[in-house]
């Protein structure tokens, strides 16, 4: 895992305060077909920071279904809002400014963690049900010899309902 951290400072001593930031490279604890990209810019706001781009990546899954690995291709727009400082002791490290827009407090840290952010990211936009296709209809767990078990009859007539 390299260093995928920037400074505040980079982003305030940037032109316009416009920082450009491309990530090309593996995230451990996800399992993707070659790196995962994402072009990013951040803009320092006085008082916050926001980080909005694109992330890219063909990822590994399982499928819910029938429990084989299949290709998923991630591509996502993100948008989010750190605040430099402390936003007020009564929050939490996360506060909702408007609808769905959340703001991440830095607690005075004076960089912005790449790495940990395209993780939640990918993380938070996988989908809740990941199925290999439209098609799917399952594993056929039982051969047919197996039925001539007389202990697996029952299995025979069992019908699994589509929700």
Known sequence: MSNHKVLLEQIENSDEKILQYHFSDKIEEIDSDGNIEADLTLVSLGDFINVSGNIK?????????????FKYNLDINIEELFAKEALSEEYGQET??????FVTDLNGADEIDIYDLLYQSVILNLPNKQVCGIN?????FLKEEDLTDPRLEVFKNLKIEEK
Do not use: A
């Open 57 to 69: 990546g063909t990822l590994n899954l399982i499928c819910d279904v029938c429990l084989e690995k």
């Open 96 to 101: 909702e400014l408007k609808d769905g827009q």
């Open 136 to 140: 799917c209809n399952g594993k056929e």
